[in-house]
């Protein structure tokens, strides 16, 4: 007897598609196979597809925003509204404050995800104060208790490394085996440009766009991979926004570093113009990079058809938009300057590459499944995720692929006030989500209870079969 079976799916991996059941016990996926046995639950998927539930490794919830800023997701609603969108896990990241330490830093933020999430969690860290009690002690005993990725910066004031400081941090990399992403965007050359907008009076929305244009990405990019080359170490370029950058990974690559690119969602489907809303509501869109255009969409499509990226996430960093605390803070209603950075996307994530990358032709099921969770569980050391394969973790999303929607806020679940892609039209939406093996979504309801997510120490991290 099993706890739940799932019969007369499509099942998807990251290498093959076929029809099966699916059997869990024990929070396990214990069987995958024809016909199997009886089962306390059993949902019949006929029609449907039997996916691994999305892991989605570039989140930000309840991270500090300074200035009066409060960003618009926790760990409640935000794995309430990753959920809903087909996730099982997320992997948000635990700011170091200047002059503070991780260790303090993750205290506090465990604290703020024990017993409020309805998907299971794991933490990256940011590093923006790389002291030597950092560099030495502090970051390499955190690796080895399973905090095995961290973010650094290239721009934000308060944020960002330096040249040297980046080789410090990916040097404790090279040494404990850790990930480094990077963020790539030349915080000096951003300073000069908005420092010209502002003299000609140019400070509406549109602005953050043209004050971070792609030279500003790709020379960051480029500086990046050869601190990374220069300690000989892999490193994650994270949310690529156009083809000049992709161009540097592919080079870099050629050259034998060991790299990860990834991109998301508003690459895909956002152009700069999207900035130029009226009465500021370009301000829903802005984050960094910004959005480019119709030519660069297609450069990151292209990068995600021809295995170039190996990770799709969302980047979720949503502040509300009619709010004192968000985008139209009483700063930000005067410059782009002030606008947080920075937009949600958990929820429409897996829908939007479902339906314009899967529904389109554009990638086949195996590639989506990699790109949506495979890969995130093999670079970033989550040994028992990612796969409907006997002995992983029973996280399944069941998706209807004929399912039509229109993306339309009042029916998502994050705590923002806006959608970037309010209007688009979606085919295939993930129906029933399954988290360790217990329904938490069933037919668009939710049967979960915030808690049941939990949060998840991981491996060693781990190449994609291209960078070994
Ligand atoms: O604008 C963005 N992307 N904000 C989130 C922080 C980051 O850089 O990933
Ligand atoms: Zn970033
Ligand atoms: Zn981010």
Same mark, same amino acid.
């Given at each position: 007897?099993?706890?739940?079976?799932? @019969?007369?799916?499509? &099942?998807? !991996?990251?290498?093959?598609?076929?029809?099966?059941?699916?059997?869990?016990?024990?929070?396990?996926?214990?069987?995958?196979?024809?016909?199997?046995?009886?089962?306390?639950?059993?949902?019949?998927?006929?029609?449907?597809?039997?996916?691994?539930?999305?892991?989605?490794?570039? &989140?930000?919830?309840?991270?500090?925003?300074? #200035?009066?800023?409060?960003?618009? #997701? +926790?760990?409640?609603? +935000?794995?309430?509204?990753?959920?809903?969108?087909?996730?099982?896990?997320?992997?948000?990241?635990? %700011?170091?404050?200047?002059?503070?330490?991780?260790?303090?830093?993750?205290?506090?933020?465990?604290?703020?995800?024990?017993?409020?999430?309805?998907?299971?969690?794991?933490?990256?860290?940011?590093?923006?104060?790389?002291?030597?009690?950092?560099?030495?002690?502090?970051?390499?005993? $955190?690796?080895?208790?399973?905090?095995?990725?961290?973010?650094?910066?290239?721009?934000?004031?308060?944020?960002?490394?330096?040249?040297?400081?980046?080789?410090?941090?990916? #040097?404790?990399?090279?040494?404990?085996?850790? $990930?480094?992403?990077?963020?790539?965007?030349?915080?000096?050359?951003?300073?000069? $440009?908005?420092?010209?907008?502002?003299?000609?009076?140019?400070?509406?929305?549109?602005?953050?766009?043209?004050?971070?244009?792609?030279?500003?990405?790709?020379?960051?990019?480029?500086?990046?991979?050869?601190?990374?080359?220069?300690?000989?170490?892999?490193?994650?370029?994270?949310?690529?926004?156009?083809?000049?950058?992709?161009?540097?990974?592919?080079?870099?690559?050629? @050259?034998?570093?060991?790299?990860?690119?990834?991109?998301?969602?508003?690459?895909? !489907?956002?152009?700069? #113009?999207?900035?130029?809303?009226?009465?500021?509501?370009?301000?829903?869109?802005?984050?960094?990079?910004?959005?480019? !255009?119709?030519?660069?969409?297609?450069?990151?499509?292209?990068?995600?058809?021809?295995?170039?990226?190996?990770?799709?996430?969302?980047?979720?960093?949503?502040?509300?938009?009619?709010?004192?605390?968000?985008?139209?803070?009483?700063?930000?209603? %005067?410059?782009?300057?002030?606008?947080?950075?920075?937009?949600?996307?958990?929820?429409?994530? $897996?829908?939007?590459?479902?339906?314009?990358?899967?529904?389109?032709? @554009?990638?086949? %099921?195996? @590639?989506?499944?990699?790109?949506?969770?495979?890969?995130?569980?093999?670079?970033?050391?989550?040994?028992?995720?990612?796969?409907?394969?006997?002995?992983?973790?029973?996280?399944?999303?069941?998706?209807?692929?004929?399912?039509? *929607?229109?993306?339309?806020?009042?029916?998502?679940?994050?705590?923002?006030?806006?959608?970037?892609?309010?209007?688009?039209?979606?085919?295939?939406?993930?129906?029933?989500?399954?988290?360790?093996?217990?329904?938490?979504?069933?037919?668009?309801? %939710?049967?979960?209870?915030?808690?049941?997510?939990?949060?998840?120490? *991981?491996?060693?991290?781990?190449?994609?079969?291209?960078?070994?």
């Amino acid at each position: 007897m099993f706890d739940m079976v799932i @019969r007369n799916g499509t &099942v998807a !991996t990251a290498s093959d598609v076929f029809k099966a059941d699916v059997a869990i016990r024990d929070g396990r996926i214990v069987q995958v196979g024809e016909a199997l046995g009886e089962a306390a639950k059993v949902i019949d998927a006929a029609g449907r597809l039997v996916l691994p539930g999305g892991i989605d490794s570039h &989140v930000h919830l309840a991270q500090p925003s300074g #200035d009066g800023i409060v960003m618009a #997701d +926790g760990f409640e609603s +935000g794995t309430l509204s990753a959920l809903f969108g087909g996730n099982t896990t997320v992997m948000p990241f635990c %700011l170091q404050e200047k002059g503070s330490s991780l260790r303090e830093a993750l205290t506090q933020y465990h604290a703020l995800a024990e017993g409020n999430c309805y998907t299971d969690v794991s933490f990256h860290l940011i590093v923006s104060d790389p002291t030597p009690a950092v560099l030495g002690q502090e970051l390499p005993a $955190l690796v080895a208790d399973g905090y095995s990725s961290f973010k650094v910066f290239m721009t934000y004031e308060g944020l960002r490394l330096n040249d040297a400081q980046i080789l410090e941090t990916m #040097d404790v990399a090279r040494r404990t085996g850790a $990930l480094v992403m990077v963020h790539c965007e030349n915080e000096d050359a951003i300073r000069y $440009l908005i420092g010209r907008h502002e003299e000609a009076g140019t400070v509406a929305p549109k602005a953050h766009a043209t004050t971070r244009p792609v030279v500003v990405e790709r020379e960051a990019t480029h500086r990046a991979l050869s601190l990374a080359e220069v300690v000989d170490v892999p490193v994650v370029i994270v949310h690529v926004s156009n083809g000049a950058a992709i161009e540097e990974i592919r080079a870099a690559r050629a @050259r034998g570093l060991k790299v990860i690119g990834e991109t998301c969602p508003q690459y895909l !489907t956002l152009t700069a #113009d999207d900035l130029d809303g009226m009465d500021w509501e370009g301000a829903k869109f802005v984050c960094s990079p910004p959005p480019r !255009t119709v030519e660069e969409q297609a450069n990151c499509w292209r990068g995600l058809e021809t295995g170039l990226f190996d990770l799709y996430s969302s980047d979720h960093c949503p502040f509300r938009y009619e709010d004192d605390k968000g985008k139209l803070n009483p700063k930000g209603r %005067l410059s782009f300057r002030h606008i947080p950075n920075g937009i949600p996307g958990v929820e429409t994530r $897996l829908p939007i590459l479902f339906s314009e990358g899967v529904m389109t032709g @554009r990638i086949d %099921l195996p @590639r989506f499944v990699a790109l949506i969770a495979t890969n995130h569980a093999r670079v970033y050391g989550l040994e028992k995720k990612g796969s409907i394969t006997v002995g992983k973790d029973a996280d399944i999303a069941i998706w209807d692929p004929n399912e039509t *929607r229109t993306i339309r806020h009042a029916e998502l679940h994050d705590g923002a006030d806006y959608t970037p892609y309010e209007g688009l039209e979606i085919k295939g939406w993930p129906t029933t989500v399954i988290l360790g093996g217990k329904c938490m979504v069933e037919d668009g309801q %939710l049967v979960g209870a915030k808690g049941d997510g939990r949060y998840r120490s *991981r491996t060693a991290p781990s190449m994609p079969t291209h960078a070994r």
